[in-house]
């Protein structure tokens, strides 16, 4: 009982975390390119895993890993922070908040098309129902943003925003692969390689990090968006006895982040908004739950 209290604990940190971040995108876009977000983003994560290995007495694994395992996660690092992480941050520049975040947040569903086209794990039909809501709620949100309330929305942003749907995706498929690397290893080598792209990168993209303001905001991206959640929900998942009461409590997250928005960014959100985000978690609920109820 104790271990499952710890569980919720960390859950929430996580989900709490998480809520914050699609607000900070936004702030820090204000002093900083998308791409020296994620800079500083990326090595202040890197900070994060670099410490929680050190807490954690597992830098001696690192080194029994073979060439080939860090060869992998040299791949993974290129995908995720840096293809996964740019795509989203510029989705974010070119979108307001509460449009980019729901559309990211269909990734689960994509993951569904990705398997089956790539792993060759068919889809069950049942599962199509939850597929068409979240899809549904993505055009809803996509559509109904820019054309109910007259909006102008960025068509490259929201094909921006859809591919960090399925950048995400790949990575989980990815990475799921690296079962037999402690997951701790897997963030901090992927991070690892992905900063160090990143700064071979930086003078070819003029990357200017002089704010302080983009510093500090960007840095607690990376601290709250890509470092302590990511530790706290793993840590949630190990300790807890009841993972989908862990899994349901996330889908408390993009809620929060709209409330956040609102505030702290001043967007109004729309009715379509809502309607968008509830369509698209209802989506994924449905395939992760119900449709398990329906094809018993």
């Known amino acids: ?45 890197l ?9 954690q007495k597992k830098w001696k694994e690192t080194k029994k890993m073979s060439a080939g395992q860090w060869r992998r ?8 922070p840096v293809a996964y992480y740019l795509v989203l941050f510029k989705s974010y520049d070119l979108l307001p908040a509460q449009v ?5 947040y269909s990734w689960p569903i994509v993951l569904l098309i990705l398997l089956a086209l790539f792993a060759h794990q068919p889809i069950p039909k049942i ?4 597929m068409f809501c979240s899809l549904g709620g993505v055009a809803l949100i996509s559509l109904g943003t820019g054309g109910i309330n007259d909006q102008h929305l960025s068509v490259s942003g929201l094909l921006l925003a859809f591919l960090s749907a399925f950048l995400w995706g ?25 900063s160090i792209y990143l700064i071979i990168a930086a003078p070819w993209m003029h990357a200017n990090l002089v704010s302080l303001p ?13 470092g302590i959640p990511f530790i706290c929900f793993g840590l949630a998942i190990r300790k807890t006895n009841n993972p989908a009461l862990v899994n349901q409590l996330c889908y408390l997250s993009p809620f929060l982040s709209l409330f956040l928005i609102s505030t702290v960014l001043g967007e109004r959100i729309f009715f379509t908004t809502y309607c968008g985000l509830f369509l698209i978690v209802f989506g994924i ?7 398990k109820v329906f094809r018993r």
């Open 100 to 104: 980019a975040q729901p559309i990211n």
């Open 214 to 226: 983009g510093v500090l905001s960007a840095a607690y991206v990376g601290v709250f968006e890509m």
């Open 1 to 45: 009982m104790k271990e499952n209290n710890k569980a919720i604990l960390y859950t929430i940190i996580a989900v709490l975390s998480w809520s914050t971040v699609a607000t900070a995108f936004k702030i820090t876009l204000r002093h900083f390119t998308y791409f020296e977000m994620l800079l500083v983003a990326s090595i202040s994560a």
């Open 170 to 194: 790949g990575y989980w498929m990815l990475n799921n692969r690296n079962r037999e690397i402690d997951s701790s290893i897997t963030l901090f080598a992927s991070f690892l390689f992905g």
């Open 127 to 130: 599962k199509y129902i939850g």
């Open 47 to 55: 900070i994060v895993f670099t410490i929680n290995l050190t807490v």
């Open 285 to 291: 609920a449905f395939n992760e739950y119900l449709a």
């Open 73 to 80: 996660l040299a791949f993974v690092g290129a995908l995720n």
